[in-house]
Structures are given as structure tokens and as C-alpha cells.
């Protein structure tokens, strides 16, 4: 069922090829208001890794051995979305617990990934691609750095950006689209190296 | 707050505040739907659907619902009306229903959707929230038929599936249907917006 494809085209075609942000569009809204200082903007994309990969662990058990069996294919995006929601929260608490110190500094980002669409996105991605579970897991992995990857190069930009004059409209979300095409088009350049769809 | 008028709110919701350009709100899809406009028009329609209808039922709900547990509630009732378009778009649009893959599903996390439930249907009676989120909606619609009418008509060269320039494929604008035209048309779009608006408040304020 699951289709051929290796693990490693998987990770490296997650992050380049097909990036998240970059060619799928998916988790904007916190990829552009998160994005004005570097520091923030890397802890962002550390927990977004770390949700991604986790949740996506948990759901493909989830949908193959509960959704489908029992024929409630229908409402997997309810199932999803509280598989999340309730994964979150209880990563949220177990490193308030274990890890205080990466709690203080992921914690806050942590609900607001909730409704991050690159998680749900990612798992819609998964289904429809039919991946088996190593593959999901690498899948999410690669999709969470490529979205890390692309979050910190903005907002490197965007602090070194902080300096310049620009043009009263530009400033804000506006520049951080334009940026946002010019990198998806260097982005664009490796595509062809690997295909997944 | 007092209630507001429905030509006001259609106002409101398509230009003055319209949630893609001002409040930079549910940018991932559309992004992700904009290279052909049969694509954006029955996402923008199934937006709008969900949006007000999930506006009504909040509202509706709105005194009954404790006030910790809201943002589950609001997840779960836009999550029904989302399998309803799914399955809408499978029964009677199959192909364009495989075309939109994911994007369907990841209505629930349009933030749009959400934010006019806090703003608007938590505080107000269940018809208005119902209009003001269909408007919602359709100033969504409205910008994803913008961007998309830019982007069939140079990287395909044809609207709603229709040829309009008749001309040789190496001709068109490839760019147009990859992503990184749709940044750039956007960007470009806010950047007009918001330009104008500061000239606005810089008028009024002489």
C-alpha cells in the first residue's frame, strides 16, 4: 500500500524540495508574527519540530488502527485535531514537570502551535500520501526543520532589516511576504533533485 | 456594542477590515489555492460557508458555554462544519475535491474562522454573527479570485479553465503558478493597502 519511497529522499525532499512554508504555505501565521527577533523565532521552530514529529508518532496509530478499522473516516479531522490538542497539553505539562528550564523557554510557544496548520497539515499530508509509520515520523522530522529552517532565515533578515529605511507601506508583513517569495524562488531551485507528491 | 447595520458590516468585513489584507489572517490557504480560480472560488465559498454558519451556532451557544473550555468547543463545531464541505466537495466536486487535498480539512485551522468567533459572535445575537461571518468569508473570497485571476491568467493563460490568450506554452509566465509568485502577489497587495491607509490617517490627522 504504503508507496516505495526511501526515508532519507523523504527527510531531505521534506526540507528542500517540498518545504513547508516555502511550497506548501503552511503555518504562516505564526511564521510571520513570530519572526521579528532570532531568538524567539528558534525556540518556535524547535517546538514546532518536536510537536510535529510527536503528534504525528501518535495519530498514525490513531488513524490505522482505530479510524480505519472502525469506519470513522469521516471524523478524522475532529479525532486529529483533539489527538493535538490533547498531546500538546500534555507535553506542556510533562516539561513543566521533568524540564523546567526548556519549559521556560518553549512553554509559551506551546499552545499557540495548537492550532499551527503545518501539524494538522502535516497529518493530512501523511494520509492522503498513504506513508507507513517510518515514514511518517521522517516526514514530520524533515517538515519540522524545513519549516525551523525557514522561520530562522526570516527572522535574521527581518532583525538586520530592523536598521533599514523602507517605504511606509512595506514595513511589517508586507516585506516579510516579498522576502518570503524571493527565498521561496532560491527554494524553487531544488526542486528536481528529489519528487514526492 | 451596539448593533450594527448588515450594509455596514458587509463593508466592514470585504474592505475597511477585511481579515486577509488588514488583520493578515488565514494566509496559509490562501496561498495554497490561488493558482487556479475554480480552486480559489470553492474554497472562498466553502470558507464563507463555514465561517458564518459556525458563527451562528456560537453565538448561539455563546451563554451556555463555560468560559474555560470555549476554544475546544469553537475547534470542535468549525471541525463539523468543515466534514460537511468535505464531504460536500467529495460527493459533487471529486476532482477539484482531489485537487484541494489537505487544504479542505485545514479550514478548521483558518484562523479567520476563530477570530470571528472571539471578536464578533461571543458578544453578539446569532443572526448578525451569522452575516458577519459569511461577509467574512466572502472578503476572503473576494481576495483569493484577486490573487488567482493574476495567476491563471499569466501562468496558464486562461480563466476559470477557460483559454483567454491564445499563445505558446513557453510563452506564459511558469512562475505565475509556483509558489513564489503568490508571496509576491500578496506582499504587494498589502503593501497598496496598508500605504494607502497610513496616507488616510495622515490626512485626517492635518
Redesign the interface.
Known amino acids: 500500500m504504503a508507496p516505495n519511497i526511501s526515508p532519507f529522499v523523504i527527510l531531505v525532499a521534506s526540507i528542500f524540495t517540498s518545504n513547508m512554508i516555502l511550497s506548501n504555505f503552511l503555518g504562516m501565521c505564526s511564521y510571520l508574527s513570530v519572526s521579528t527577533e532570532y531568538k524567539t523565532a528558534n525556540g518556535l521552530g524547535m517546538a514546532v519540530t518536536l510537536v510535529l514529529v510527536l503528534t504525528t508518532a501518535i495519530n498514525w496509530p490513531v488513524y490505522h488502527y482505530l479510524i480505519v478499522p472502525s469506519d470513522l473516516v469521516y471524523l478524522q479531522y475532529i479525532i486529529f485535531i483533539m489527538v493535538i490538542a490533547a498531546s500538546v497539553q500534555i507535553l506542556e505539562m510533562g516539561m513543566d514537570r521533568y524540564t523546567p528550564d526548556l519549559h521556560a523557554k518553549l512553554g509559551i510557544f506551546l499552545p499557540l502551535i495548537t492550532v499551527n496548520c503545518a501539524i494538522l497539515g502535516v497529518i493530512l499530508f501523511m494520509v492522503i500520501r498513504n506513508y507507513n509509520f517510518v515514514q511518517a515520523v521522517v516526514f514530520s522530522f524533515g517538515s519540522g526543520l524545513g519549516w525551523w529552517l525557514a522561520i530562522n532565515m526570516l527572522a535574521a533578515i527581518r532583525e538586520k532589516l530592523a536598521n533599514t529605511k523602507l517605504p511606509p507601506g512595506v514595513k511589517g508583513p508586507a516585506i516579510a511576504f516579498i522576502i518570503t517569495g524571493i527565498m521561496a524562488m532560491a527554494f524553487v531551485g531544488f526542486s528536481g533533485i528529489f519528487v514526492i507528491q | 456594542m451596539a448593533a450594527e447595520k448588515i450594509g455596514a458590516n458587509f463593508k466592514r468585513n470585504m474592505f475597511t477590515e477585511n481579515q486577509v489584507l488588514r488583520a ?2 488565514g ?3 490562501s ?2 489555492v490561488t493558482n487556479t480560480m475554480r480552486n480559489s472560488l470553492v474554497m472562498g465559498l466553502g470558507v464563507a460557508f463555514v465561517t458564518g454558519l459556525s458563527s451562528l451556532t456560537l453565538s448561539a451557544m455563546r451563554n451556555i458555554i463555560p468560559h474555560r473550555v470555549r476554544m ?1 468547543v469553537q ?2 463545531v468549525i ?2 462544519y ?2 460537511f464541505v ?2 460536500l466537495l467529495q460527493a459533487y466536486l471529486p476532482d477539484i475535491s482531489k485537487q484541494l ?2 487544504y479542505v ?2 479550514i ?4 479567520i474562522i ?1 477570530g470571528r468567533a472571539e471578536a464578533y459572535a461571543q458578544s453578539n445575537p446569532p443572526l448578525p454573527a451569522m452575516f458577519d461571518g459569511f461577509f467574512a468569508g466572502l472578503g476572503y473570497a473576494m481576495i483569493l479570485l484577486m490573487i488567482s485571476f493574476i495567476r491563471e491568467l499569466l501562468g496558464f493563460g486562461s480563466l476559470f479553465g477557460f483559454q483567454v490568450i491564445h499563445t505558446a506554452p513557453e510563452n506564459l509566465w511558469t ?1 505565475m503558478i ?7 502577489i ?3 497587495m ?7 491607509a ?1 496616507k488616510k490617517a495622515a490626512a485626517k490627522a492635518k
Open positions: 493578515i489572517l494566509i496559509c490557504s496561498l495554497a475546544l475547534t470542535l471541525a463539523v468543515v466534514i468535505d464531504l487535498g489537505p480539512g485545514l478548521i485551522t483558518n484562523c476563530m512562475i509556483m509558489p513564489p509568485a503568490a508571496f509576491f500578496i506582499g504587494s498589502i503593501w497598496y493597502i496598508s500605504a494607502r497610513a
